[in-house]
């Protein structure tokens, strides 16, 4: 067998004709644009086909830089981090904290059950996270963060089982969504604003931000992430050398927290369209680089106990936006379009949540809470919450 070796500008190299390629597809294929399926992902998968014929052929393998990866995955997290002011959750009301308790909620639940389903249908309990709150609340980007982590914890073929799970979260989020709200609306006598009420939030301004896009701006958000990452690595290697072990993103993501809510605190400008830019360059690669060294070949061993996970967590999220997320919300037609929206965004992402409420919206009267709560809580805090739980259940469970 050939082993073609990629140094890190050839594999950053075609991580970057991958993202061309996956959105040219995307583009042309509506099914995966309609289910908010990401360009780096249908890339990355294309590429590990054509890595899974050389592995079964027996003709040729890759071999890729993975260092560059592994930076990448620090700059995302240390992004994420600066999205978790809890200025702006305080500012948000209680509609935000009591949706972000709902969704914390979903996010124990996934992960308790999917272990409890892998033990019991013998593999590794740590395949069941990866078709947790891993791959459902979390998607494409924490599926591909933590399933190398998994991998290393002794989960074989957790990564493909992981991006696998997310994939197939997009599409069920989106198909359930729907049904949840009109079932919602049907049996407790609900009724939509109609028309009487228009327009939907299409802004949030997140945090006090500097007016412009310029050099200084770019400058300032890349001197804020190096720090946090700088920072945060160190305070990894101290609490490791007291017999304390986070993983290597943690500490980054911590740090980034902390400095944002002292500048919160200050009321100071934070460039926060600039950390949107570094965080989805940062991972569109990353997404490209762990898709195109996935190895297609290990799911096969754990195909069929991940869709047997797979389905009851999607029985469980129509149960817990039924039952949960409606009477935490409020029981009324917010709360229903709320419901659908969280089908979307526990078992998929923000985009499937937002066009869940938007196709039932559509009918039924627009719901201004829904279209504020949800992005609020899908932007700035499930994504570090969730970090933080799936690492307290990997160190037990590895």
């Known amino acids: 067998m050939i082993t073609i070796q990629l140094d890190i500008a050839q594999t950053v190299g075609i991580a970057a004709v991958l993202l061309v390629v996956g959105e040219f597809i995307k583009k042309h294929v509506s099914l995966l644009a309609r289910y908010f399926i990401p360009g780096p992902i249908i890339g990355g998968i294309l590429f590990s086909l054509i890595a899974l014929v050389g592995h079964q052929t027996g003709v040729f393998t890759f071999q890729?830089?993975?260092n560059m990866r592994a930076f990448l995955?620090?700059?995302?997290?240390?992004?994420?981090?600066?999205?978790?002011?809890?200025?702006?959750l305080k500012k948000g009301g209680v509609g935000v904290a009591l949706f972000l308790a709902a969704a914390v909620g979903l996010v124990l639940i996934q992960n308790t059950l999917g272990a409890a389903l892998a033990v019991a249908l013998g593999v590794h309990p740590l395949i069941g996270l990866?078709?947790?709150s891993i791959a459902l609340t979390g998607g494409h980007g924490t599926s591909a963060a933590f399933g190398p982590l998994l991998e290393q914890a002794g989960a074989v073929g957790a990564l493909p089982a992981a991006i696998a799970a997310a994939t197939y979260g997009l599409v069920a989020g989106c198909v359930i969504g729907g049904p949840v709200a009109s079932l919602l609306m049907r049996r407790n006598g609900l009724r939509g604003p109609g028309d009487k009420a228009v327009g939907e939030v299409t802004h949030i301004q997140t945090a006090p931000e500097t007016g412009e896009t310029n050099n200084q701006t770019v400058m300032y958000a890349t001197i804020l992430v190096t720090v946090a990452i700088g920072v945060g690595t160190l305070l990894v290697d101290w609490l490791k050398s007291m017999?304390?072990?986070?993983?290597?993103?943690l500490g980054p993501m911590l740090v980034a927290a902390l400095i944002r809510n002292l500048i919160d605190w200050r009321n100071w400008q934070l460039p926060m369209r600039q950390f949107d830019v570094v965080g989805?360059?940062?991972l569109a690669f990353f997404l490209a680089m762990a898709l195109m060294s996935m190895k297609l070949w290990e799911l096969a061993q754990v195909a069929g106990p991940l869709l047997i996970i797979l389905l009851v967590q999607?029985?469980?999220m129509f149960a817990y936006a039924y039952w949960v997320t409606f009477r935490?919300?409020?029981?009324?037609y917010d709360a229903a379009v709320m419901a659908a929206g969280h089908c979307g965004f526990g078992m998929g992402a923000t985009p499937n949540a937002m066009?869940?409420?938007?196709?039932?919206s559509s009918v039924n009267g627009p719901s201004l809470k829904a279209f504020f709560v949800i992005p609020i809580v899908g932007s700035l805090f499930i994504d570090f919450f969730n970090a933080v739980i799936i690492t307290t259940y990997m160190n037990y469970l590895k």
Request: net charge negative; proline share 2%; charged share 10%.
């Open 64 to 66: 890729f830089y993975d």
């Open 73 to 88: 995955l620090l700059v995302f997290f240390t992004t994420i981090g600066f999205s978790a002011s809890f200025e702006l």
């Open 130 to 132: 990866a078709a947790g």
């Open 243 to 249: 017999g304390i072990t986070l993983p290597a993103y």
């Open 280 to 282: 989805h360059v940062s």
């Open 314 to 316: 999607t029985a469980v």
């Open 328 to 332: 935490i919300m409020g029981r009324d």
């Open 355 to 360: 066009a869940n409420m938007q196709a039932f």
